[in-house]
């Protein structure tokens, strides 16, 4: 019969490796990178929602953007959220995000437009529009 001390030093050699270093954890790269939306309009003086990614597999430890964002939005390189208010309008680009970790990368694009959100005002001219089908003409 082994002593129960000697027992459970076998048992802490057999769990930690027997002191060899132990394995290697295969290290993942990320996967699936993905924002809320993949087309985002807001005009220049109103706050965006923060746009948080989403990823899968492997942890993130570098972020980055391209090309850079516009003045008053912000790039969090720590987890990739975007965020802010833009200064001005007339804005359309298109941005790929990419995350990555030493074992590999994911990217997504999405297009930023920062523009007023037009709204029309306009008027039926007499006998031009149809309330059942909903046809007709319109004149500003």
């Known amino acids: 019969m082994i002593p129960r001390f000697i027992s459970l030093l076998l048992l802490v050699m057999v769990v930690s490796g027997c002191g060899s ?3 290697t954890v295969a290290l993942t790269a990320p996967c699936n990178l993905l924002y809320p ?5 807001v005009p220049a003086g109103v706050l965006l929602a923060a746009q948080v990614p ?6 993130v430890t570098d972020w980055t953007i391209s090309p850079a964002l516009p003045a008053g939005l912000s790039f969090n390189f720590s987890n990739g959220t975007i965020s802010g208010t833009a200064l ?3 804005y359309d680009q298109q941005h790929t995000v990419e995350a990555s970790n030493s074992a ?13 959100i037009f ?3 306009g008027t039926a001219g007499p ?10 003409q319109m004149s500003a």
């Open 37 to 41: 939306l993949n087309f985002i309009m």
């Open 88 to 90: 001005t309008d007339g």
């Open 127 to 136: 006998g031009t529009f149809s309330g059942v089908t909903g046809i007709g």
């Open 21 to 23: 270093g132990g394995g």
């Open 54 to 59: 989403t990823v899968d597999c492997g942890d």
């Open 104 to 116: 590999g990368s994911t990217s997504t694009s999405f297009r930023l437009r920062i523009d007023r």
């Open 119 to 121: 709204t029309y005002l």
